[in-house]
């Protein structure tokens, strides 16, 4: 089968053929249908080697971490579904029992480093293996094509959202700084889950203008020192009640973090490895709360999937087929994608 796998550390990813993995008991083989695109990809491929070692990764590993497809073929002992059944996966990997695990913070198990598309094969290649049954998420009546940018992106920006639901309040404002493929999940999730007025904030006019068909109240363009006073200006000099960051450069952390109220949240979600400078007093949110990225935990996938398949959310796509998978990262890396880049199989 074909797939496209980083061989080795700081090595670009590259379209290889491997062998179709053979499900053992308890694993399941996945016909992958569509598999989305990240930035984080990017990250794995200038990763250096003792960066991924310490991590815990192998390699060579198939990138792809938003996947989406068809039960091909079970293991012994897997129930519950059956060949051709549409399926989502889960891409972290978690232990299923650990104290976090248990609690339902399974994004932050400290037994699986590794996960699908990250230090293992994920979802660029034909078909690709699932040990763990508890990755395997009915698709119902999804598109498996199209459902992959659901399982990271949508349920990233869910997770973020639902971290800092309990300080907005309705009434209040909620600001989504990068109205881009996490951004505008999160807009729609803010519209969704609170009573707020949604500001999204991007340097891309058009990206705003998508934000504001999905449901933001107002937009704002760029992420300069007049960002914080433009949200405090929407908000009658109070702040926002939360503050998303999903690009995460100094600019935008210090201007998010300056626009959030007392009792407010700032949740940084971009990784663009941008520093947090304020001073602890007089800098921060007074009684508020500054939260990391944390991906997202099997729930949260499990609630997106069902949010779009009930037409709550709305997942931008941009489709290319395998053989087009190069011009795909291509065109996420230069930000010409109107949607979530997918790549699909079988066409
Ligand atoms: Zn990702
Ligand atoms: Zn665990």
Known sequence: MRAYRIPEWEHTAEVVDVPVPEPGPGQALVEVAGCGLCHSDFTMLGMPA??????????????????????????????????????????PASCGTCAYCVRGLDASCPNAPAGRGFGRD??????????????????????????????????????????????????????????????????????????????????????????????????????????????????DGHGADAVLDFVGVDATIAAGVAAVRPAGAFGLVGAASGRLQSPWYGGLPRDGEVFTFQGSGIADVQEV???????????????????????????????????????????
């Open 50 to 91: 003792e960066f991924g070692r310490a991590l815990g990764w192998s390699i060579p590993f198939t990138l792809g971490h938003e996947t989406a497809g068809r039960i091909a073929e079970l293991g012994a002992g897997v129930t519950g579904f059956a060949p051709g059944d549409p399926v989502a996966l889960v891409s």
């Open 122 to 235: 994920g979802g660029l290649a034909e078909y690709v293996l699932v040990d763990d049954p508890r990755a395997l998420l009915p698709l119902g009546g999804l598109d498996p094509r199209t459902a992959g940018p659901l399982t990271d992106a949508g349920a990233t920006s869910y997770h973020a959202v639902r971290r800092a639901a309990p300080r907005i309040r309705p009434g209040g404002t909620a600001v989504v700084i990068g109205a881009g493929g996490l951004g505008a999940f999160a807009v729609q999730f803010l519209c969704l889950l609170t009573g707020a007025q949604v500001v999204a904030v991007d340097t891309d006019e058009a990206r705003l203008k998508v934000a504001a068909e999905l449901g933001a109240h107002a937009t704002l363009v760029g992420t300069t020192e007049g960002t914080a006073a433009e949200i405090r200006a929407l908000t």
């Open 305 to 347: 999937l069902r949010l779009a398949e009930t037409g709550r959310v709305r997942n931008n796509v941009d489709l290319f087929p395998f053989a087009e998978v190069e011009a795909a990262y291509k065109a996420l890396h230069d930000g010409t994608l109107q949607g979530r880049a997918v790549v699909t199989f079988g066409d």
